[in-house]
């Protein structure tokens, strides 16, 4: 299968452009000012699969946005890859912070990008990566090579909590049947050294809010006097660690997994350099949970997070003001064997115990999620490692992740197999953020990788 690094110096400028393109639709699924775009990138995606080579695609409908299917069965006795992404993106905001427009893709080089990165929302998460998998498609349709059949399931919910995906899979257990699930949807160490995801954290999202008085108040003729909302909100999310930066809820780390001594010592192996990491988030120092290094923190590790904070005035100016109310939004990211549904019902009961009187309480819970991991001594993990191998020339190191993809846990659950985490992003992509961007390394490396999974996938099975 050598030709596949021929077939992408050969095809990487209309590779590049069809990305584009696809980058240019603002499917936000978050905001329903995009519906239209969310559902127009749909269509996109099922005419790239139709082009790519499978030969049945549909646009499936659920109370939210659609799913795309497709699938190309070449023999009902060789293996089925089913490979899962998603089409929609996270909002653009804040709008300001950006260099060039979010929805207006430009390549521009970059210190770890030399040969350029594409800069547009939703470039790395996850666009460009689900598109890899389009394009490998393509390359193998087109020579005459695809060892194996293979189904798509691309989603437009992913980054507002897969609600209809869950709906979607309980549905179409024998549709979707497969033996491995491959998605492109995390990172890598590095464009020297890869790595592939074995761990994704769990999550449970609430949003607070706290009422003083019933109205908003004169803070002079009032102040001191009655509770401020803002004040009390404060107190209670400060309360929310310790002095070691451990989590206060009663209850919270019961069922958390705890890594023996010697796999502590194997993670400490991954190559990180804790200077580059401060000095690329410009912070003179790390901050975290007591005991732990940073790369526990952010992966084996649970966590509290206020995600927003809002309430009073925030207007041009100074106004005299003790508001009515106060919100904030909170995430927390588990770890395997929390469940996250007793997590958010653990947080609802402490938050509500630890409001004064003179303050209510109301805690909504949003979405949420289980954590994930993937044992490494199994086909899947095998081929994919030896696929890496061969496309960089360097074994890649099996890593958690401190993110979350919440369907995977799923996907275990009601289809029975094991996902691979075959991710080519990097931390430095700004995923979620402003200038977002993927390395064009990154997109054509992933292209040239896939292939080889389907290939050892087959012969390993
Ligand atoms: N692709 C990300 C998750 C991710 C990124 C995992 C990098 C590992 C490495 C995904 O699109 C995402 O953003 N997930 C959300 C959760 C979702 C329920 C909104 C997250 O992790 O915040
Ligand atoms: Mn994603
Ligand atoms: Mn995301």
């Known amino acids: 299968m050598n030709n596949i690094k021929t077939y992408v110096e050969q095809h990487k400028d209309r590779f590049i452009e069809e990305l584009i393109t696809l980058l240019k639709m603002p499917s936000v699924s978050a905001d329903s000012a995009f519906s239209q775009d969310v559902i127009n990138t749909s269509e996109a995606v099922k005419i790239a699969l139709e082009k790519a080579g ?34 929609d993106v996270q909002p653009a905001d804040p709008i300001d912070l950006w260099d060039s427009p979010p929805f207006e893709p430009v390549i521009k080089k970059t210190d770890i990008h030399p040969e350029g990165a594409i800069f547009a929302r939703g470039a790395s998460d ?22 194996c059949n293979v189904k798509f399931m691309i989603e437009g919910e992913e980054e507002v909590g897969s609600e209809s995906l869950s ?33 994704l954290r769990g999550l449970s999202y609430v949003e607070v809010e706290v009422t003083g008085p019933n109205r908003d108040l004169h803070s002079g003729l009032y102040g001191g006097a009655v509770a401020n909302p803002i004040n009390i909100l404060n107190k209670m999310i400060a309360s929310l660690h310790d002095e070691n930066n451990h989590i206060t809820i009663p209850g919270f780390y019961d069922n958390v997994e ?29 901050y975290g949970e007591k005991g732990y290094t940073t790369n526990e923190r952010n992966s084996i590790r649970p966590t509290l997070d206020v995600n927003g904070i809002w309430g009073g005035y925030t207007g041009e100016g100074a106004k005299t003001v003790i508001a009515s109310k106060a919100h904030a939004k909170i995430s927390m990211r588990l770890v395997p064997n929390q469940d996250w549904e007793e997590i958010t019902e653990l947080f609802k009961n402490h938050f509500e115990s630890i409001a004064p009187k003179g303050a209510k309480v109301k805690v909504k819970p949003h979405h949420g999620g289980q954590g994930y991991v993937t044992p490494i001594d199994n086909i899947g993990y095998r081929a994919a490692a030896k696929a890496y191998q061969d496309s960089f020339g360097v ?12 369907i995977v846990a799923l996907f275990e659950k009601e289809l029975k197999s094991k996902t691979i985490l075959m991710g080519f992003g990097l931390d430095s992509d700004a995923i979620h953020s402003p200038n977002e961007h993927f390395g064009i390394f990154n997109y054509l490396k992933g292209i040239e990788t896939i292939p080889l999974f389907y290939k050892y996938f087959t012969e390993m099975s």
């Not at 049945?56 to 089925?80: F, H, S």
């Not at 190559?271 to 988030?281: E, G, I, R």
Request: charged share 20%.
């Open 258 to 286: 705890n890594l023996s001594a010697e796999e502590r010592v194997e993670m400490a192996k991954a190559p990180f350099s804790l200077d580059a990491y401060k000095k690329a988030l410009d912070i003179e120092a790390v």
């Open 54 to 87: 499978c030969d049945q695609v549909e646009v499936c409908e659920t109370p939210g946005y659609p799913i795309v299917y497709g699938e190309k069965i070449i023999d009902p006795n060789l293996p089925t890859v089913l490979v899962y992404g998603h089409y």
């Open 395 to 406: 074994t890649p190191i099996p890593q958690r992740s401190g993110g979350s993809i919440p």
């Open 167 to 199: 709906w979607f899979v309980k549905q179409h257990q024998d549709k979707l049947a497969n033996d491995v699930i491959l998605i492109s949807d995390t990172g890598m160490i590095s464009n020297t050294q890869p790595s592939i995801t074995t761990g």
């Open 126 to 147: 996850d666009k460009g990566q689900m598109y890899m998998h389009v394009k490998a498609l393509e390359y193998m349709t087109k020579n005459n090579n695809l060892p």
